[in-house]
């Protein structure tokens, strides 16, 4: 069963920096494709970082050049360096894979960025 466990969430003011982890068990690490989604009240899931076994990345535009996915395979960990925060920037950010063998999705429980002065 893979499990997905987020943390570094809080709030920050605009301009801020943030960074979360994400744990993951159950799988292969190093042989997933990582990433992260967010979901905004009232707004749709969304796709905000992705990256492969082979460290390929891809980000949605709204936050290209602000945040850094990365990963460390010996701790079954993958990051979000969030720089240059907005207010619109606040979600809840989940933690995403696909088991290897079925391509089922899975998330994490979520953590809370509020970003706001």
């Known amino acids: 069963q893979v499990q997905l466990v987020e943390s570094g969430g809080g709030l920050v003011q605009p301009g801020g920096s943030l960074r979360l982890s994400c744990a993951a068990s159950?799988?292969?690490?190093?042989?997933?494709?990582m990433g992260w989604d967010r979901q905004a009240p009232g707004k749709r899931r969304e796709l905000v970082a992705r990256?492969?076994?082979?460290?390929?990345?891809n980000y949605a535009d709204s936050v290209k050049g602000r945040f850094t996915i990365s990963r460390d395979n010996a701790k079954n960990t993958v990051y979000l360096q969030m720089n240059s925060l907005k207010p619109e920037d606040t979600a809840i950010y989940y933690c995403?894979?696909?088991?290897?063998?079925?391509?089922?999705?899975?998330w994490g429980q979520g953590t809370q960025v509020t970003v706001s002065s």
């Open positions: 995403h894979t696909q088991g290897l063998r079925t391509g089922m999705d899975y």
């Open positions: 990256i492969t076994p082979g460290r390929l990345t």
């Open positions: 159950g799988t292969i690490f190093s042989s997933n494709t």
